[in-house]
């Protein structure tokens, strides 16, 4: 089926261990889809749900005990373990496969081996990478075919002697006890098994598009990053392209398909990528950002038309849910949805819903689905060059310390900002709420290598690039002192958007603060918005006796990377450290 002498000897060498019955190459087709759905209905792994309502749709339940991602079984295995870095677990490569393949042996007994030739990127991109997800899965292989470019265009790009990444997938028996998503980076290899969930099996996502791709980025000068990627249109229709970076609970998704207020008449937002991003340095001197992916795995749970209209209209077709509540008619339902909760709703383990049992969808429900279905997806989502990124934005959520918004002083303090995210946590996180985890770039779960090194990478863009983006740092989530968040957000974040917009066009004033450049309260429009001048200020507001505990903090998390942290980042935490002490 392959031309490829390492793709053919590769597969014969998986099914050699794996002992499948059944070896079946995926061509992506229509008719392929079609046939493994009938048979994922036919033995369950598959619901069917109401075709008047939700045409084309399916409930996925998937194990009570494979419902996330399982950081603390995913490695990453490097020769040296400090390539790896304390922001991984590490083994060997010997190791970790002899582990692996003790697990494999077998495993596809009486089962089909399906072999996934996919592209991540746009088709004809010199940015797009090649992979390869051997899986006894068929959800693994429907869910893919939305979130990847599958099938005989990808392996053709294969056979033209272009790499590709090898990623090999076992449900295996389920048990947690035998669950392990190994990353083999100088390989350019996957090996998962024990998990059928999304992030650990659906090979392309988190594992090739994070983990192994930042790895290949830094060897090839370029960034993979946990981004979502917009374009933001002003009413003269000139767009200008942002790639955000937020760790979980911040609003991601609500952000790339953000729909501006009525105040906004004339601005447009228009969504790329929601959750990935690959930067590359243009023969212009700028960044320019592809989309990976080329559908959206998103978590069900507080979507609705309130929180992100776009991501509701984009669902409802041809869509695959995973652990969301049933209503007696066959439609999915989740906390947080639009309307009345129903009576006689099945939870997202198929009982009778009892609030005793907990929520009615898992609070990591998912849903997937072609990106191109959203109202808001952006005609350049699919060019091959890219976008041109003009400003890069991160955030947390933080109740007192961080601004509504601010701007880095330059490219290495934008460095030291995205180096430094933290974000404190929610009910639905594990650990105690409120408690702030340092998140650096929002790639804690997905950095391949060392940070110390990623944080060297970011840095030696400076001489890469002749027009970096600016980079940003905002936070939707500040308190009063009684505790309630001071920002609407939701579409209203888009007033903020305008001022960072108008900043990389020239036309926006700012004023110098220690922590960097901040709008001043006219520079954010406040026009049909029910915000007081004061709140506005308490938002911009810098309180050094809080920032001084903040550089405390982050020199404090800097230490952990010893030798490999960059002089670039040891300046800045100086720089900043005597900037808010002459403040005070």
């Known amino acids: 089926m392959t031309t490829n002498p390492a793709l053919a000897s590769w597969v014969e060498e998986v099914a050699a261990l794996t002992l499948p019955a059944r070896i079946h190459w995926c061509d992506g087709s229509d008719l392929e889809n079609e046939q493994l759905t009938a048979e994922m209905l036919a033995d369950g792994t598959l619901l069917r749900l109401n075709e008047e309502t939700h045409p084309n749709c399916f409930l996925h339940r998937s194990n009570p005990n494979d419902v996330a991602r399982v950081e603390h079984l995913t490695l990453v295995c490097t020769t040296d373990q400090q390539d790896a870095g304390s922001n991984n677990h590490w083994m060997s490569p010997a190791e970790g496969h002899q582990k692996m393949d003790a697990l494999y042996a077998g495993c596809m007994s009486g089962r089909t081996m399906y072999i996934i030739p996919y592209l991540m990127g746009p088709y004809g991109s010199p940015y797009a990478r090649a992979g390869v997800e051997i899986t006894d899965s068929p959800y693994v292989v429907a869910n893919m075919r939305i979130m990847a470019r599958i099938g005989s265009r990808a392996l053709a790009h294969i056979d033209a002697g272009n790499s590709f990444i090898k990623g090999l997938h076992s449900i295996g028996d389920l048990n947690p006890e035998r669950r392990f998503i190994m990353h083999f980076p100088e390989e350019l290899m996957i090996k998962s098994f024990g998990s059928g969930y999304g992030g650990n099996a659906l090979l392309g996502k988190k594992c090739h598009a994070l983990r192994i791709a930042s790895w290949q980025a830094r060897t090839e000068g370029w960034l993979a990053e946990h981004m979502l990627i917009l374009g933001i249109q002003n009413p003269a229709g000139e767009v200008t392209y942002v790639a955000a970076a937020f760790p979980s609970a911040c609003g991601k998704t609500n952000l790339a398909m953000l729909v501006p207020p009525e105040a906004y008449a004339g601005w447009k937002v228009w969504t790329v990528g929601d959750d990935i991003a690959w930067l590359h340095p243009g023969e212009d001197g700028q960044l320019w950002a592809i989309n990976p992916e080329a559908g959206f795995f998103g978590v069900a749970p507080g979507t609705s038309m309130k929180t992100n209209p776009n991501c509701m209209q984009t669902l409802g077709r041809n869509t695959i849910y995973t652990n969301v509540g049933l209503t007696p008619d066959g439609q999915p339902w989740w906390e947080g949805i639009d309307g009345d909760k129903p009576e006689g709703l099945l939870d997202w383990q198929g009982r009778p819903h009892d609030s005793s049992n907990g929520p009615v969808a898992h609070p990591n429900a998912r849903f997937t689905v072609t990106a191109a279905q959203c109202p808001s997806y952006s005609s350049e989502a699919n060019a091959p060059s890219g976008v041109p990124i003009s400003a890069i934005i991160f955030g947390g959520r933080r109740s007192t310390v961080a601004p509504l918004v601010l701007e880095s002083l330059d490219w290495a303090h934008g460095v030291f900002t995205g180096a430094a995210v933290a974000s404190e946590t929610t009910a639905a996180a594990v650990g105690q709420v409120g408690q702030v985890r340092r998140d650096p770039m929002a790639m804690k779960p997905f950095c391949g290598y060392n940070f110390g090194d990623y944080w060297a990478h970011w840095l030696s863009f400076s001489e890469r690039c002749a027009e970096l983006p600016k980079i940003f740092h905002v936070n939707w989530f500040r308190k009063d002192a009684d505790g309630r968040y001071m920002w609407p957000g ?45 709140t506005l200020d308490a938002l911009l507001a810098i309180d050094t006796e809080v920032w001084s505990k903040e550089v405390d903090d982050i020199h404090t998390f800097f230490e952990g990377f010893g030798d490999r942290l960059p002089e670039g980042l040891k300046e800045q935490v100086g720089r900043l450290r005597e900037a808010v002490r002459n403040r005070a």
């Open 490 to 534: 939701y579409g209203d974040n888009m007033r903020v958007l305008k001022w960072i917009t108008e900043r990389c066009s020239g036309v926006a004033d700012a004023v110098t603060t220690p922590v960097g450049l901040m709008p001043n309260r006219a520079d954010i429009d406040l026009t049909g918005l029910a915000l007081t001048e004061q």
